[in-house]
């Protein structure tokens, strides 16, 4: 075994010591406040679930991940939401160990740290001493502050608004893709049913052919429409257009 593997595995062996350490020192009200906190984060934001910084790593993600999880796990904790806690735990590592999961989740951060600074620029212009000073320490006096607990609790509140509008933007987006689904969806069966009355139709008017055709032969047989069998006398006119009955013609002499 090569030095490397040797630091490696010795490495693990004080992590899990530790962890087991940690473990056996954990009450089971810091078990259930850890499932409150957990319960209690922005459900959008994964880091928060974890209790990460934007910038953690995906074996930093791993490792709290284990962490956590055995902190709350159902078996091991009381709390009767544990197990919701544990399932919030496991879906916030899914989303940061898929690629694009977090690129997005990060780029919504960087959206927000630009706000921020944006706005911190705008604050300073008013604030001389503020804008000398950073002029001096070449972008120093940014960086100290950014790594403050104000700037963390503002870009945490910033990632939240940000994430939230785009949430409600994509639920709006889906909304109108499943309206127009629904109206294509009524138009096709509209047109089913428009298509399954006229075959209706049709096979209707073919089914009454040899009655059409035998109405059509009676008629050609008595030069007049009605019932099968039936012979209509003709009409007579009147011979006084001002009478409005049937006069039957007089003989004359």
Known sequence: MGEASRTTASTAAVDEHLLKSFFAEVSEVERDNEVLRILSCFKLNPFEHLNLSFDSSPDDVK??????????????????KAQEAFGALAKAQELLLDQQER?????????AKDELR???????????????????????YEQEFERSD?????????????????????????????EEEGRV???????????????????QWEGT??????SWRDFMKT???????????????????????VQRPVKKG
Not at 187 to 203: A, F, I, Y
Not at 209 to 214: A, F, G, N, P, Y
């Open 63 to 80: 490792k709290q991940y284990r962490k956590l999880s055995l902190l709350v796990h159902p078996d091991k904790c009381k709390h009767p």
């Open 103 to 111: 690129d997005y989740v990060l780029t919504q951060v960087q959206a």
């Open 118 to 140: 944006a706005k911190r620029r705008k604050q300073m212009k008013k604030d001389a001493a503020s804008k000398a000073k950073s002029l001096v320490d070449e972008g120093k």
């Open 150 to 178: 104000e700037f963390q609790q503002q870009l945490k509140l910033k990632v939240r608004e940000i994430l939230t509008d785009q949430e409600w933007r994509r639920r709006k987006m889906q909304m109108r893709i499943s």
């Open 185 to 203: 969806k009524k138009d096709e069966e509209e047109q089913r049913e428009m298509w399954k009355r006229k075959r209706e139709h049709e096979e």
């Open 209 to 214: 052919r040899e009655k059409r055709v035998s």
């Open 223 to 245: 030069g007049k429409k009605g019932k099968k069998g039936e012979i209509r006398p003709p009409k007579l006119k009147t011979e006084d257009p001002n009478k409005s009955y």
